[in-house]
């Protein structure tokens, strides 16, 4: 842009100075930057935006050879690429987890950046020739690149550089200039000289393709009934070479009326309106050189003249507020070479008008002062990039901040010359213009001042321009509010809906007074409506409801029908077509919620209850009726196509009997001539109805024996429209997630998000969408096989929107809760139900998409360990590491027995610790049974390392502290290893041979830490000593036979018995074929005793050794003796053997040999010690004992 100087009033401003954090290479460091304000102005403000940029973007723009062509492209959905050479780097820069726009870069994780190579060329490719865009039901985006030359290059996913499909478009030596995402229809190509080309992706096969189709105008003088009269007079897009007709650009325009994609292409003066509905069609071509001409000389931009002498340009195009706005420019050069730019808004509407231009907006003469424009679309500039209000123009080095609805007197210029900072691309994110800088990534530049939208209000549906307040067929402009007001008392008490209306209807007037007084009356600002069903909660639902219900004004078959509105038709159209009257209703629907807004009702509206008897937030019910709404118009655009027509007739026909049968219906003159349709999306509170039966019918055809491939192509013709109309409804619902939120009256009324899509009634929506979505993936198996992957991905879609409708409930709920437990579990069990049939038949893509989505962890296990793809699984744990993933991981290995149990202990090295957490927690939880280990494999690898043991004995594990010792164990932490295991021996309870095996391989374990022996000594030594104690316990369970039959126990199956009990049963026995060693291994259990019981005292020991010694004495009989040699007598009595086999074993006899004195007062001896023989013979063997073992007993026969 020239001008002899930089106008006084102009702001000018350098980003140089403002912004230095390099780092020792000169390269911003963005990994960790902070929210960081670059430049600020009194108007604007230039801030980063979003996520850092990856290393590797950062690397490319710092070490890329001078002469690489760089340039970049950021997309409204979040993902940012910068095309260098041939290589394309590819990242997101917003966090789709933030509603709306960041205000603030987050920089808690690193920022994935995928790389992509593009076709060969030998010129430079461009970042305006790429497309990345995410398709249903994939996490992961796809990209479509595209040489110069026209080679196609298309990724269904760009985690996967080689996995591309490759195609070349004929284009007879063109070369392409851009390329325009046009999704879900496709990518739209336009050449530099005129050429549109539609590229389109789909499954053949089971495999990815592309189609590449260059679009046709319609041939005649006439040109179709889609071409407007605007073509009659002026010449259609020429194709030649001249500068005038070089493409300025292609653009995506907003959808039409039937929800179809549009592209409008720019060359020279001329335009065309593409409308990418099947089949493709041209619907107008416009000369818009008159129309500027004109515009400038009304706008007094010139002195009035010729109009011929003026020469104009347009310089940069973009979509604006349902039409199009252009950067324009004129010079009249017979009267001076001054250049003066302007901004045209056009408009685009089909139905009438396309090519009309609706304002000009003047800009500051000078405001090319260092620019050189001309007019040509040359890549230095300028290019224009607008929101609602203001309109940015920037080359690679400036940006301009002009009004897009006022007179530019002062704009704000921003300038980018420091360092060789330069603008490689732009976008816009939520409204907010983004920029990429060479130094500074992505950035914003927005206002200081809170403007007021002037062109377009807060709508939640696509709402009508003020200007086009009086548009369409709408009938509530001519009805009168002081009538409806008049007929509502004359019927006697005044209706409360209808008095509404007729606030709402005053409100469109124009007439606040009026409205705020009927308001105050109805609903006194005062007055709470924190209950359900409140008069303001039901009176608005019911006025929602008439509306979005009303019939037709002007079809006099309604009539005839004896129909009426029952009231003022808020929502009537005075069309005959259905799919206007149902956009009239949403015009309607959405004046109706603006009104609500802008009176302060909806801040007040808390809950109602439904015809569904399921009380919700009153928001969300009228949020469900603008998506039926939207499901209308989407149902009845997909009728008009002939694919779907059959399939949606007969589910409307089949809605309409029932609603017959069921007396559901209004009773209507039969000779009215209604066709189903025409009843059917009169009702649009019950759109819904549609897709059951439609559900209802397939599972009718499946039940009856149809042709597996005639009811393969009917459940995929069935699926489509169903999918289709669901899309609608979750865009609609995500576009509007602010629009919709919670109130705080419905706040404090605490209740659930059981909307039309999410209720689990039988017969509702959520029932048929997981009827279909099973009969689908059943189906799937046996289709033909061109049809196979279409059901399968179909089963997919279908589950997606379940599981989206259902998932709301639970993230609805704040805190935890009973009730909330409940619904986390159906939502569990309905995402396991539609995301296993998919697992089964090893469609793991998309069950995995589902499954990440949806965050159910197990099935992504299991798809992980089925695939043997470890690395996925590890990336999972660090992605979903703050929800629980590793123990789900862990838990899913635990229970799947041994095997599971053993590939746990392999399969994390890199999550050791986290591991050993875990399973110290589950085995502080659960102590279940072990399973039986055999004793002979113990024996058989007892000399083996200790590792293969461990690996050997997984089958000991059925918790989580008995797998810890292995994990300890392969972590090479054997002391930790050897306490687990000692731990697990004291707590063990139930079987003996399991106890030994720990108890030994907690002493091996021991023994092999050798590095920590010395460093730990006391705590080997302990190790050791408590693994000893365990074994000796153990051995002192193999008990003789006769005690085990006296008992009724196995010496196979024996349990794990505490010393005294052992010792009991030695007590209780009365010798039966017990010997000597026997109850010398029971004395020598008492020292065991004191072990186990921290809490006995020494004369505890004592009391069992003096029960177990007078058991002994009991075993004999003491009357019957040899007087000559009693000696004799006493050698073979149990009593004494004892003495011998406890010497012989223990060698200290003193230690466990009783007092005399303790015998003879045992209350269970006292018939004995009465015999004067017993006493004789007892106080004879203690001498003997005495002379014979060197055992000090005198004391204890003085004692006597």
């Not at 990418?276 to 069609?281: G, W």
């Not at 109309?725 to 998000?753: D, M």
């Amino acid at each position: 842009m020239e001008s002899p100087a930089t106008p006084r009033g102009a702001r000018r401003r350098s980003l140089l100075g403002q912004y230095r954090p390099h780092t020792k290479f000169g390269t911003p460091n963005r990994i960790n930057q902070a929210a960081q304000v670059i430049y600020k102005s009194l108007l604007n403000t230039v801030e980063s935006f979003g996520l850092p940029l990856p290393v590797l973007v950062t690397e490319t723009l710092t070490f890329a050879d001078a002469s690489l062509h760089i340039s970049a492209r950021l997309s409204p959905e979040g993902w940012g690429w910068v095309v260098c050479g041939r290589r394309l780097l590819i990242w997101q820069y917003r966090d789709k987890r933030q509603r709306g726009a960041p205000s603030t870069p987050s920089s808690s994780l690193p920022v994935t950046c995928y790389e992509l190579t593009l076709p060969q060329t030998d010129l430079a490719h461009k970042a305006e020739l790429v497309c990345v865009y995410t398709t249903d039901g994939n996490q992961v985006p796809s990209c479509t690149g595209i040489s110069p030359e026209g080679v196609v290059r298309y990724w269904h996913s760009i985690s996967h550089d080689g996995g591309y499909v490759e195609k070349t478009a004929d284009l007879h030596g063109q070369e392409c200039d851009s390329l325009v995402d046009a999704n879900p229809v496709g990518c739209v190509l336009a050449t530099t000289t005129c050429t549109v080309v539609l590229i389109q992706s789909n499954i053949t096969g089971g495999r990815h393709n592309i189609n590449i189709r260059t679009l046709q105008g319609s041939g005649g003088w006439l040109g179709g009934l889609g071409r407007r009269v605007s073509s009659l007079f002026f010449s259609a897009m020429p194709s030649s070479q001249s500068v005038e007709t070089k493409l300025i650009r292609a653009v995506a325009l907003s959808e039409s009326s039937d929800g179809a994609a549009r592209v409008c292409v720019v060359a020279g003066l001329c335009a065309q309106l593409w409308h990418l509905a099947s089949p493709e069609r041209l619907v107008a071509e416009i000369d818009l050189q008159r129309t500027l001409r004109d515009a400038f000389l009304h706008a007094s931009m010139f002195p009035p003249g010729d109009p011929a002498s003026l020469d104009v340009h347009i310089l940069d195009i973009q979509s604006w507020n349902g039409g199009l706005l252009l950067l324009t420019a004129a010079v009249n050069t017979v009267r001076s070479p001054q250049m003066r730019y302007a901004l045209a808004h056009m408009c685009t509407d089909e139905e009438g008008g396309a090519g009309q231009l609706l304002s000009l907006v003047p800009l500051q003469a000078t405001i090319g002062s260092s620019n050189r424009l001309g007019s040509d679309n040359s890549h230095n500039g300028p290019h224009l990039i607008a929101t609602s209000t203001t309109a940015f123009l920037y080359d690679r080095s400036r940006v301009i901040v002009v009004s897009c609805i006022t007179p530019n007197d002062k704009p704000d210029i921003i300038e980018l010359n420091s360092n060789g900072d330069q603008l490689l691309g732009v976008g816009l994110c939520f409204g907010v213009p983004l920029f990429f800088s060479k130094l500074h990534g992505v950035i914003s530049v927005t206002s200081n001042e809170k403007l007021q939208d002037l062109t377009i209000c807060e709508s939640p549906v696509a709402s009508p321009r003020p200007t086009d307040a009086f548009d369409g067929h709408l009938s509530l402009y001519e009805i009168d509010p002081r009538a409806v007001v008049e007929a509502s008392e004359t019927a006697g008490q005044g209706s409360t809906a209808e008095l509404l209306k007729a606030a709402f209807l005053h409100h469109m007037r124009r007439e606040h007074t009026a409205s705020r007084t009927l308001l105050n009356e109805l609903f006194p600002p005062g007055e709470e409506t924190s209950d359900i069903d409140s008069p303001l909660d039901r009176t608005v639902l019911a006025v929602a409801t008439d509306l979005v219900n009303d019939v037709p004004a002007s079809d006099p078959r309604w009539n005839q029908a004896n129909v009426s509105s029952g009231g003022a038709a808020l929502g009537s159209s005075s069309s005959m077509q259905i799919g206007l009257q149902l956009q009239d209703k949403r015009r309607a629907f959405t004046l109706l919620l603006e009104f609500l807004r802008s009176t302060g009702l909806w801040a007040r509206l808390g809950g109602a209850t439904p015809t569904d008897n399921v009380p919700a937030p009153t928001v969300l019910l009228l949020r469900g009726l603008a998506e039926k709404l939207t499901a209308a118009i989407a149902l009845r655009t997909l009728q008009q196509q002939h694919q779907h027509q059959h399939a949606i007739d007969t589910a409307i026909q089949q809605v309409m009997a029932k609603s017959a049968e069921d007396d559901e219906e209004e009773t209507i003159n039969k000779s009215a001539a209604l066709s189903p349709s025409d009843l059917f999306y009169k009702q649009v509170s019950r759109i819904e109805r549609a897709i059951i039966h439609a559900t209802d019918w397939c599972s009718e055809q499946d039940a009856s024996g149809c042709a597996p491939p005639a009811l393969s192509q009917l459940i995929a013709k069935v699926n489509s429209v169903i999918i289709s109309v669901l899309q609608e409804v979750l865009k609609y619902r995500h576009q509007h997630v602010e629009f919709y939120a919670l109130t705080p009256s419905a706040g404090k009324l605490h209740l659930e998000y059981v909307t039309w899509t999410s209720c689990l009634k039988a017969g509702n929506l959520q029932s048929a969408l997981r009827t279909q979505q099973s009969l689908s993936a059943r189906r799937a198996r046996r289709a033909p096989v061109e049809l196979r992957g279409e059901l399968k991905t179909q089963a997919a879609s279908l589950a997606a929107a379940a599981l989206e409708f259902a998932k709301e409930r639970v993230d609805a709920f704040v805190g935890e809760s009973k009730r909330k437990e409940i619904v986390v579990k159906e939502f569990a069990q309905i995402r396991s139900d539609m995301i296993l049939p998919l697992v089964d038949d090893g469609d793991f893509e998309h069950a995995s998409n589902l499954a990440e989505k949806f965050h159910d962890f197990d099935i992504l296990v299991s798809i992980c360990e089925t695939s043997s793809n470890r690395e996925k699984l590890y990336h999972y744990m660090d992605k979903f590491e703050n929800m629980g993933f590793r123990q789900c991981a862990f838990k899913w290995f635990m229970n799947r027995g041994r095997g599971g149990q053993a590939a746990l202990l392999k399969a994390f090295p890199h999550h050791s610790i986290a591991l050993s957490q875990w399973l110290t927690e589950q085995g502080v939880e659960n102590q279940e049974e072990m399973d039986h280990f055999i004793d002979d494999d113990l024996d058989s690898e007892m000399d083996a390392p200790v590792s293969k043991v461990a690996d050997s004995t997984v089958a000991l594990a059925t918790d989580g502290t008995e797998l810890l010792w292995l994990h300890e164990l392969r972590a090479d932490r054997w002391l930790q290893a050897a306490n687990t295991l000692i731990q697990l021996s004291e707590n063990e309870t139930e079987s003996v041979n399991r106890m030994t095996i720990q108890a030994s391989l907690a002493k091996l374990c021991a023994f092999a830490a050798e590095d920590e022996r010395e460093n730990r000594k006391g705590t080997y030594e302990n190790l050791v000593e408590s693994a000893n104690c365990r074994l000796v316990l153990a051995e002192h369970h193999n008990l003789p036979a006769p005690l085990l039959a006296a008992h009724g126990l196995e010496a196979d199956n024996l349990r794990v018995m505490e010393p005294r009990d052992i010792i009991d049963m030695f007590i209780m026995s009365s010798g039966n074929g017990l010997t000597e060693y026997d109850y010398s291994r029971a004395l020598g259990l008492c020292d065991l005793v004191s072990n186990a019981d921290q809490e006995i005292t020494q004369r505890d020991i004592m009391e069992l050794r003096r029960r177990i010694w007078c058991s002994t004495i009991l075993v004999d009989s003491w009357n019957k003796y040899d007087m000559d040699a009693p000696l004799n007598t006493i050698e073979n009595m149990m009593f004494f053997k004892v003495i011998s086999a406890v010497h012989l074993l223990y060698s200290n006899l003193d230690e466990y040999l009783v007092s005399l004195e303790t015998i003879l007062r045992s209350p269970e001896l006292s018939e004995l010690v009465a015999d004067k023989g017993f006493q004789y013979l007892i106080k004879l063997g203690y001498e003997h004992v005495h002379e014979s073992h060197d055992v000090n007993v005198m004391s204890y026969t003085e004692s006597v």
